[in-house]
Nanobody, 119 residues
Framework: QVQLAESGGGMKQAGDSLTLSCSIVGGAFSGYAVAWFRQAPGKDRSLLATILWSSGRTVIVDSREDRVNISRDSAKTTVYLHVKNLRPEDTATYYC????????????WGQGTQVTVSS
């Protein structure tokens, strides 16, 4: 089973843009989807965006959220989360996770990367 490793977090200012990386290590991923989640302090983990592995189709969970995008590299070894115009409420730990079979059960998770946005 592949493992996922997030990177790219850190301290940001409101209005900045951010790209987080989710590296797929230990082999090629052949499952259904890879997704990005975030968990703000004191809140539940929430799904932000998904990329369907076979087609590359992307799904942004909140269609009103035009600040968020998901992509992957051509080698299919890294999945990116792009967030523009950061706000303090984007402060959270960001995780990537994989769904092997389309069941919406994300069985493999990275360790998370912390993003802190100051005003």
């Amino acid at each position: 089973q592949v493992q996922l490793a997030e990177s790219g977090g850190g301290m940001k200012q409101a209005g900045d843009s951010l790209t987080l990386s989710c590296s797929i290590v230990g082999g090629a991923f052949s499952g259904y989807a890879v997704a990005w989640f975030r968990q703000a302090p004191g809140k539940d983990r929430s799904l932000l965006a998904t990329i369907l592995w076979s087609s590359g189709r992307t799904v942004i969970v909140d269609s009103r959220e035009d600040r968020v995008n998901i992509s992957r590299d051509s080698a299919k070894t890294t999945v990116y989360l792009h967030v523009k115009n950061l706000r303090p409420e984007d402060t959270a730990t960001y995780y990537c996770a994989s769904d092997r079979d389309g069941s919406a059960h994300f069985g493999s998770w990275g360790q998370g990367t912390q993003v802190t946005v100051s005003s």
